[in-house]
């Protein structure tokens, strides 16, 4: 079915638009629209990501945007909250081995202290959880590792052992 192109007081039946579109690049090329554009005669920058998938375009825009996606700053933020965790917890050894109190006040510090690494530990876990549902599928080998409530509990006792009454 042929479409009607109407340019000024101009009409012109198209009965291909593929063509018609070759026509009209080769026609903008004789007036030297093409000519001194940015980047004429460089290779165009294609970066593309083979994992992306069907998200490309949305990584290409937030990269633009100069934006992480999730993934990444979930895995970013998890590190960090790791180290903060560490360091929680050699804090609270130093303190509670330096803590002068009888013995009843330093294990209610400690269960304090251990309640307080527990939900920490808890938000970390949570956060990988949510990390390794969001990072690509094709990445397996960058699963992590949860932190499950039982082995921030054992690591907690471990470094910070109950105190004998």
């Not at 638009?17 to 001194?36: C, K, L, P, T, Y």
């Not at 209610?108 to 808890?122: C, D, G, H, T, W």
């Amino acid at each position: 079915m042929p479409s009607i192109r109407k340019e000024g007081e101009k009409k012109e039946v198209v009965w291909n638009w593929g063509s018609h579109v070759d026509q009209m690049i080769r026609e903008a090329q004789q007036r030297g629209d093409f000519d001194n554009l940015p980047g004429a005669g460089k290779p165009l920058n294609l970066d593309d990501d083979i994992f992306a998938g069907d998200m490309a375009a949305a990584y290409r825009i937030a990269k633009n945007a100069n934006a992480a996606p999730l993934w990444i700053q979930l895995d970013k933020e998890i590190g960090e909250d790791r180290a903060a965790l560490d360091a929680l917890l050699e804090r609270n050894a130093r303190y509670l081995s330096d803590l002068k109190a009888p013995a009843r006040e330093r294990e209610a510090a400690r269960l304090q202290a251990r309640k307080v690494y527990l939900e920490k530990a808890a938000e970390l876990n949570k956060k990988i959880g949510e990390y390794n549902t969001h990072r690509p599928r094709p990445l397996t080998w960058l699963e992590k590792v949860g932190l499950p409530p039982q082995v921030a509990e054992r690591k907690f006792d471990e470094r910070v052992p109950p105190i004998a009454a």
